[in-house]
């Protein structure tokens, strides 16, 4: 029986990811494609922003248009803004009742497994569907505790709006890249939480990203700002589906550790493979505390992703564990930043990356210890996976190192599945298919059992569902 010719870049069964909803005119709000003045004072209006953000806005889009695009990644020439639109409303207002959400939308974050994992295991939900937060929710018993969770508009005009306007976009400042000012011209949605001084979340709080819209884009704002001796464990998950024109995404993520706290921010990245997701993703760690990431990055065509941790305080550490997998078509630039400013800092990065099908794979990563950053201690450890002969892999780590009284150290690790291992396993009667997957899967298991249960479920899914792709 001949083969059947593949004509779509995954060819896998992303179904329960892929599945969409027309989005009509009746039901939803949308802005003329492209960006300009205009566009931008119509996204303020929609939001009805304070004036200082509806000025912050406009000075974006000067510094968005004055700034050139990244010359030494991914190729994004195809990404043409004018074509992009960059705000669409669903017709509906801001739900705290699950009931309450339109039908299909809340149809989508039924099949994605949203409320499920919210009554299960999470202490609080948002939800956002294309530009808006549609859903948002927080159990009695942690808003007891005084934590703060709502969705970034509310924050912004709210009794916290004092705080917002000290640190919104002070961590990511518009001039760091073009997109971060694209950003801040047009970003709408995302969450915001505080944490006060000594409160211990016991269980996850949560956000979710849906981009139904074809040829949109998402801009998405979190900040998040953990008081002295508190704990927090925030997990991030996206999705959208798959269509013929490109998507982007050009979220921020704002992270504050006060002294002596402790946060946990947990990612599985899954867009579809017409995404350019052009992510920024920040923190800021004082004395005595710790910033944990964990990241998975699957689909999107072109990825651009370091998140950065800036180690201030005396004694601050960060550990970074994250995974990328790569398929055809795929061209994913990705890694960590690390700055050490304080004294007997230290920080971990453990990388993890796998390509097939001709995917590319960049880990690029930044390690800088500064002159007062004495006794810091750093571990960089990148290992890469390649399975095939058509795939791309390659190691760009960058250290400045100004002072001598600090112990740092790097290691490497380019490979390919072992024929041996294969034969093995098929040995014991597992065919050749499974035998690749178990052993995919043992790669990447270090990072999925640092992941909560569903989404080092959703992981490995996700691996079983590049593999079945096909090699």
């Known amino acids: 029986m001949p083969q059947e010719e ?50 912050f806005r ?15 990644g991914p190729d994004i020439h195809d990404l043409d803004i004018q074509k992009i639109v960059t705000y669409v409303k669903p017709k509906t207002e801001m739900a705290a009742k699950w009931e309450d959400v339109p039908k299909d939308i809340k149809d989508t974050f039924e099949k994605l497994g949203i409320p499920e994992a919210e009554r299960e295991s999470l202490a609080g939900v948002g939800a956002q569907y294309d530009s808006e937060i549609v859903y948002h929710n927080v159990k009695e018993e942690v808003a007891a505790q005084g934590v703060v969770y709502t969705d970034m508009e509310s924050a912004l005009t709210g009794e916290y709006a004092d705080l917002v306007k000290e640190t919104f976009m002070h961590l990511v400042p518009p001039t760091d890249h073009k997109f971060a000012a ?9 969450s915001f939480v505080y944490v006060p001084k000594g409160v211990k979340v016991k269980i996850p709080l949560q956000s979710y990203f849906r981009l139904n819209a074809a040829g949109a884009g998402q801009f998405e704002h979190t900040l998040i700002i953990v008081d002295e001796g508190a704990d927090l464990h925030f997990i991030e998950g996206c999705s959208a589906p798959k269509y013929n024109v490109a998507n982007l995404h050009a979220g921020c993520v704002e992270l504050y550790v006060k002294r002596g706290a402790r946060l946990r921010y947990s990612t599985i990245e899954n867009w579809s493979k017409n995404m350019y997701n052009l992510n920024t993703k920040r923190a800021l760690v004082e004395d005595d505390a ?20 800036i180690l201030k305080g005396e004694r601050s550490q960060c550990d970074f564990t994250g995974i990328t997998f790569s398929g055809a078509g795929q061209d994913l630039d990705t890694g960590a930043k690390m700055v050490h400013i304080g004294r007997k800092t230290s920080s971990v990065i453990s990388s993890k990356s796998i390509s097939k099908s001709g995917g590319k794979n960049t880990y690029r990563s930044s ?45 490497a690790k380019i490979g390919r599945i ?25 790669f990447a298991n270090p990072v999925s059992k640092e992941l909560p249960l569903e989404y080092a479920v959703e992981m490995n899914n996700l691996i079983q569902l590049e593999m079945k792709g096909g090699l």
């Open 418 to 442: 072992s024929n041996k291992a294969i034969f093995y396993l098929m040995s014991r009667g597992i065919s050749e298919d499974e035998a690749r997957a178990m052993i995919v899967s043992g």
């Open 182 to 190: 694209l950003h801040g011209a047009v970003w709408s949605g995302g």
């Open 58 to 72: 406009l000075k974006c889009l000067d510094i968005y248009n004055e700034t050139n695009e990244p010359d030494w």
């Open 6 to 55: 593949k004509t779509q870049v995954q060819d896998i069964d992303r179904s329960l990811y892929d599945f969409r909803y027309e989005e009509k005119d009746s039901e939803f709000y949308k802005v003329r494609k492209g960006l300009d003045k205009s566009i931008v004072e119509r996204i303020s209006e929609e939001k009805h922003d304070p004036d200082w953000m509806k000025d």
């Open 290 to 309: 710790r910033m944990e990431w964990v990241s998975g990055s699957f689909g999107s065509h072109v990825s651009y992703l370091y998140p950065t941790t």
């Open 367 to 411: 390690v800088i210890v500064n002159k007062s950053a004495t006794g810091a201690k750093v571990s960089v450890n990148c290992d890469s996976l390649m399975l095939d002969d058509n795939s791309n892999s390659d190691t760009i780590p960058a250290m400045n190192i100004m002072t001598d009284d600090c112990d740092v150290g790097h290691e």
